[in-house]
């Protein structure tokens, strides 16, 4: 069965620190993993990645994927408040014919000021 | 941004009867979805949507759920005959017609917050 786990389930950290969030999956015929943030109720996206070792970065938030290991990982440096919300992982297989994520259960990062 | 608009945010339903969940997509997007979000859980997939189509469906959307896009621009679900069970935020989303990377990537609505009494 296709799996997305997520770790860990909830942070709280400082404004200024650095977070790490992982997210590994099993899943058949990879194809892509996508990360977003779910701030109040839509998510929005952040990344997409499908190349190993290749890193996407926009601002503070960057991401590397690992397909080797099955993993991936969202870093945020300089944490503000405004980082706070539930930081969410999808896989997208390739035996879906419309690309149908496959969710992890979410991280919930709390940043304090 | 465009955005995808989903009406209405909260809809409170007594067990057995029909809802429908409205969902208007981004103008030049082709490709439709459903997915739910019961609380405490991870958002699963319910059902996708092309051409007129259901492209593909999971186990959760059985008989008593449909989709329709009865106009080109609107996008519903509708659950006939509501359980308790239903219960949940449910999220619409689309995304670009073509190929490639951008196919993937889903803009999801604010959801609809399902409650069944």
């Known amino acids: 069965e296709d799996k997305v786990v997520q770790s860990p389930l909830s942070l709280v950290v400082h404004e200024g620190d650095t977070v790490t969030l992982n997210c590994s999956y099993e899943?058949?015929?990879?194809?892509?993993l996508l990360w977003y943030k779910q701030e109040k109720k839509a998510p929005t996206f952040l990344f997409m990645l499908t190349s190993s070792g290749i890193e996407k970065k926009s601002g503070r938030l960057s991401s590397i994927l690992d397909k080797k290991e099955l993993f991936s990982i969202l870093n945020i440096t300089a944490t503000q408040t405004g980082d706070s919300a539930i930081y969410l992982c999808?896989?997208?297989?390739?035996?879906?014919?419309?690309?149908?994520?496959?969710f992890g259960t979410g991280t919930r990062l709390k940043v304090l000021a | 941004e465009p955005e995808v608009t989903q009406t209405p945010s909260h809809q409170v339903t007594q067990m057995g009867q029909e809802v429908i969940l409205r969902c208007v997509p981004i103008s030049n997007h082709l490709y439709f979805y459903w997915y739910r979000q019961i609380l405490g859980q991870k958002v699963e997939f319910l059902v996708s949507?092309?051409?007129?189509?259901?492209?593909?469906k999971s186990e959760i959307f059985d008989d008593q759920f449909s989709v329709e896009r009865p106009d080109g621009s609107n996008f519903t679900l509708k659950i006939r005959s509501t359980k308790l069970e239903d219960s949940a935020m449910y999220f619409c989303?689309?995304?670009?017609?073509?190929?490639?990377?951008?196919?993937?990537?889903?803009?999801f609505g604010s959801g609809t917050q399902l409650s069944v009494l």
């Open positions: 989303a689309s995304s670009e017609q073509g190929r490639g990377p951008h196919r993937e990537k889903l803009f």
């Open positions: 999808a896989v997208v297989p390739t035996t879906s014919g419309t690309y149908k994520y496959i």
């Open positions: 949507f092309y051409n007129n189509e259901i492209s593909e």
């Open positions: 899943v058949t015929n990879f194809r892509s």
